[in-house]
């Protein structure tokens, strides 16, 4: 028989609304707040149906087993090692696998940015469930929140409680933009820093990688916000700045080992990126 909470070992925060609306008014907390958090372990015959959604975003990670989420007619798999996000006031209805009960650590959040910060991780509403690369850190996150939430959610707990699904929320957007080993953005980003004095040549990169110049383009865009040779370039000026933070080669010198035989080009090309020359940086660092 499907039941919603109950399982042995679990924990469950429902802090009480007073205090919600309370931290909703504070300067912080206003922007971010968990109102119900838990860890349901091996939840056998879990299911939750919800006809009118929630009035805050549900962020549920998958530490081990499957389960399942349907919203509108979309029915949708959660395995472990995926995190599972379920706007606001959208009617829902999710659960265990029946083979393989879900664990599952869990948050309900509202405040002023959650929306916002929800947007960042890149679900949607035909899109619900992405992965999460470190799920141990993030299941470590959703612990700090049920922990400082058990006993007395102080002002102070329920601070703690925000940073902490602050963090999950950001570790879970990052996953989606940065490369995963062995996929073409990663082996691309490999070859540019393994050839930080060289030239680049975005069709050869692709074609290396085994996609095309367009689709590359962009998967460098949503990754670092800028092209394939603009972050080549962004390489290049941070291999400068150690060499001159740890050495003490000329400008020439470094300008050299990092692909520039002309030394006026590169201090031009630093000074774009970093506002300074060269020698000034290196003065400033040293005096500093």
Do not use: N
């Amino acid at each position: 028989m499907p039941i919603e909470e109950g399982f042995r070992g679990q924990r469950l925060v429902v802090v009480p609304r007073p205090v919600v609306a309370e931290a909703l008014r504070r300067p912080v907390t206003r922007r971010l707040v968990v109102t119900d958090a838990g860890y349901y372990p091996h939840a056998s015959d879990h299911r939750m149906r919800r006809k009118r959604g929630t009035s805050e975003y549900i962020v549920i990670v998958c530490a081990g087993g499957a389960g399942w989420v349907r919203l509108g007619r979309e029915l949708h798999r959660v395995e472990a090692r995926q995190a599972l996000v379920v706007p606001a006031t959208v009617p829902h209805e999710y659960g265990a696998d029946a083979d393989d009960p879900w664990t599952i650590w869990w948050a309900h959040l509202g405040g002023t940015d959650a929306a916002e910060l929800i947007e960042s991780t890149g679900v949607t509403d035909s899109r619900p469930v992405v992965a999460v690369r470190a799920v141990e850190r993030a299941v470590a996150l959703l612990d700090e929140i049920v922990t400082a939430l058990e006993r007395v959610p102080s002002p102070a707990k329920m601070l703690a409680a925000a940073g902490a699904a602050w963090k999950l929320l950001t570790q879970i957007a990052v996953d989606q933009v940065l490369p995963q080993p062995g996929d073409p953005l990663q082996r691309a980003m490999a070859y540019l820093e393994d050839r930080l004095d060289g030239s680049i040549k975005v069709p050869e990169l692709a074609a290396l990688v085994g996609v095309s110049a367009s689709h590359l383009t962009a998967m460098f865009h949503r990754a670092t916000g800028g092209g394939v040779l603009a972050h080549h370039t962004a390489l290049r000026m941070a291999r400068a700045r150690q060499l001159l933070d740890t050495t003490d080669a000329t400008i020439t010198e470094i300008g050299r080992e990092i692909g520039y035989a002309d030394a006026f080009y590169f201090s031009r090309q630093f000074r774009r990126h970093h506002g300074t020359s060269p020698s000034d940086y290196r003065t400033r660092d040293a005096s500093g």
